[in-house]
């Protein structure tokens, strides 16, 4: 079982920055691939980032391309969003999940554990 507890949302100005961080539970964390998605009012839960047990490989969704990096640190059992020149459309809902596998994984279904999510609203 992994329990995965969110932080860092919160309200930015358009341009701003934010860095969400995602603390795991368990003694296998480096196993598992961990993703963060997010849900906006009235939309489906779409894949934002993810990155494999290892840290090497990593996938980002074109609309936040160049903009989020995701990371994670297998020493502290965190991962990392960190988001730069923030638009009105990344507000949402965003969570982070974990894969029971080291591989990246696209889709919600493909992801075993979810935290509670945490809130961030850009405002223009």
């Known amino acids: 079982q992994v329990q995965l507890v969110e932080s860092g949302g919160g309200l930015v100005q358009a341009g701003g920055s934010l860095r969400l961080s995602c603390a795991a539970s368990?003694?296998?964390?480096?196993?598992?691939?961990m993703g963060w998605f997010r849900q906006a009012p009235g939309k489906e839960r779409e894949i934002v980032a993810t990155?494999?047990?290892?840290?090497?490989?990593?996938y980002y969704a074109d609309s936040v391309e160049g903009r989020f990096t995701i990371s994670r640190d297998n020493a502290k059992n965190t991962v990392y969003l960190e988001m730069n020149d923030l638009k009105p459309d990344d507000t949402a809902v965003y969570y982070c999940?974990?894969?029971?596998?080291?591989?990246?994984?696209?889709?919600?279904?493909?992801?075993?554990?979810w935290g509670q999510g945490t809130q961030v609203t850009v405002s223009s």
């Open positions: 999940a974990a894969r029971r596998g080291g591989a990246i994984g696209y889709y919600t279904t493909t992801y075993a554990y």
């Open positions: 368990g003694r296998t964390f480096s196993s598992n691939a």
């Open positions: 990155i494999s047990g290892g840290g090497g490989v990593t």
